[in-house]
Antibody
Framework: QVQLVQSGAEVKKPGASVSVSCKASGYTFTANAIHWMRQAPGQGPEWMGWIYTDSGKTTYSQKFQGRVTFTRDTSATTVYMELRSLTSEDTAVFYC?????????WGQGTPVTVSS | ESVLTQSPDTLSLSPGERAVLSCRASQPLSNDYLAWYQQRPGRAPRVLIYRTSYRATGIPDRFSGSGSGTDFTLTISRLEPEDFGVYYCQHSGTSMFTFGGGTKVEIK
């Protein structure tokens, strides 16, 4: 079965960077794009962008452009999200999701807390 | 890109009742890639409906989706206790993906 397993919770100081991983299994890794979402407490998911897992081409939401980078390691079937210059607004759960044109499978989420 | 507005904010219904959730786009959607997700507390969202009206694998037939243009609906024909949670609509555009603000379904 399709599984997306994310790395564990993180606590960071303002201005720092965070890296979250998303390991895919149960399907052909390069067949589908992986998207990332941020969900702040009590809010709905917010789309951050996506990475084509075959070519590595990325597209970022304007809101996060310049502050986020997605990469992938095809041999490890893993996608990485790095978010820089963290603020309290980035205290949220971050999700990766496989796209079939809709978000068919989701990781379990990685809580990130930004606090001084 | 379209902004998705969901209504109502909260629905409080009894088991067996019908729930109708609305998702309205600020402009006609460019395609029919409108999906609905259910999210329970502390869990990731899970897809219920994709491409407006197709049920995802394993989703009971009490869930149905419809709509076109700017108005889309998720209907739960007979609420079960496990249907509580927050429901989000989501559109996949050419280069932009947007979520609605959510409707919370409470079971009386």
């Amino acid at each position: 079965q399709v599984q997306l397993v994310q790395s564990g919770a993180e606590v960071k100081k303002p201005g720092a960077s965070v890296s979250v991983s998303c390991k895919a299994s149960g399907y052909t890794f390069t067949a589908n794009a992986i998207h990332w979402m941020r969900q702040a407490p009590g809010q709905g998911p917010e789309w951050m962008g996506w990475i084509y897992t075959d070519s590595g081409k990325t597209t970022y939401s304007q809101k996060f452009q310049g502050r986020v980078t997605f990469t992938r390691d095809t041999s490890a079937t893993t996608v990485y999200m790095e978010l820089r210059s963290l603020t309290s607004e980035d205290t949220a759960v971050f999700y990766c999701a496989r796209s079939l044109g809709w978000f068919s499978d989701w990781g379990q989420g990685t809580p990130v807390t930004v606090s001084s | 890109e379209s902004v998705l507005t969901q209504s109502p904010d909260t629905l409080s219904l009894s088991p067996g009742e019908r729930a109708v959730l609305s998702c309205r786009a600020s402009q006609p959607l460019s395609n029919d890639y409108l999906a609905w997700y259910q999210q329970r507390p502390g869990r990731a969202p899970r897809v219920l409906i994709y491409r407006t009206s197709y049920r995802a694998t394993g989703i009971p037939d009490r869930f149905s989706g419809s709509g076109s243009g700017t108005d889309f609906t998720l209907t739960i024909s007979r609420l079960e206790p496990e249907d509580f949670g927050v429901y989000y609509c989501q559109h996949s555009g050419t280069s932009m993906f947007t979520f609605g603000g959510g409707t919370k379904v409470e079971i009386k």
